[in-house]
């Protein structure tokens, strides 16, 4: 039975990856960036920036350590065997970021609806497919329980994004006054801390 968790694509999307569970930046972990990425000056993956989440619809706030380890093109077939159906016109790409919890109230996991691929167009955003339980090896994402972050609880999980086959991932940006309420293709005007994504 599927599993179904908040979507946040612009499009109804249903991939699968399961849980993967990790340690974020420790004491031998990235730095924290000096100063935050932009879209002119963006952070180098694997730097760990450190970011206000905003919590919707209650307006809570959680400071975290946000640290995007990599993004990867993914095989389309394999996805395409997780019975997606939903692929045609695109490329996806597992992008594996880590997650820590520095401060503030406790997060259920909705920093990870904050996270988002870009192209070259800072306006325009790709999001993550939901889990759906199933097992899928090359891009676990962690489980709900894991993804509930308390203090200096970290968390690694990988996500999968659908891009368009003409847009080569570009940016990835954390966005954490994002309203996960309302997901679009478009970005809005809250600021992104931004990493360059290859």
């Known amino acids: 039975m599927l599993n179904n968790r908040l ?3 612009a499009a109804p999307v249903a991939l699968a990856a399961l849980a993967l569970t990790g340690c974020g930046p420790d004491d031998g972990g990235p730095p924290a960036a000096a100063s935050k990425g932009t879209f002119a000056q963006p952070l180098a993956l694997g730097t760990a920036a450190d970011v206000t989440e ?11 350590s946000v640290t995007p380890v990599s993004v990867v093109k993914g095989d389309k077939a394999a996805v395409e065997k997780l019975g997606v159906g939903l692929l045609d016109g695109k490329t996806p790409y597992y992008v594996t970021t880590t997650y820590t919890h520095k401060g503030g109230e406790e997060d259920a996991g909705s920093f990870n609806f904050k996270l988002l691929l870009h192209g ?12 759906w339980g199933a097992k899928f090896e090359p891009c676990q994402e962690a489980s709900d329980t894991d993804l509930r972050l308390i203090s200096r609880k970290s968390v690694t999980t990988c996500e999968i994004y659908l891009v368009p086959e003409d847009v ?20 809005g005007t809250a600021p992104e801390v931004v990493w360059k994504a290859g």
Do not use: C, I, M, W
């Open 7 to 9: 979507l946040r694509t």
């Open 54 to 64: 905003t919590h919707f619809p209650d307006s809570k706030k959680t400071e975290l």
């Open 168 to 187: 080569q991932p570009t940016f990835v940006g954390f966005q954490g006054d994002r309203d996960a309420g309302k997901p679009s293709n478009e970005t």
């Open 120 to 131: 070259t167009d800072p306006k325009r955003a790709y999001f993550f497919a939901p889990s």
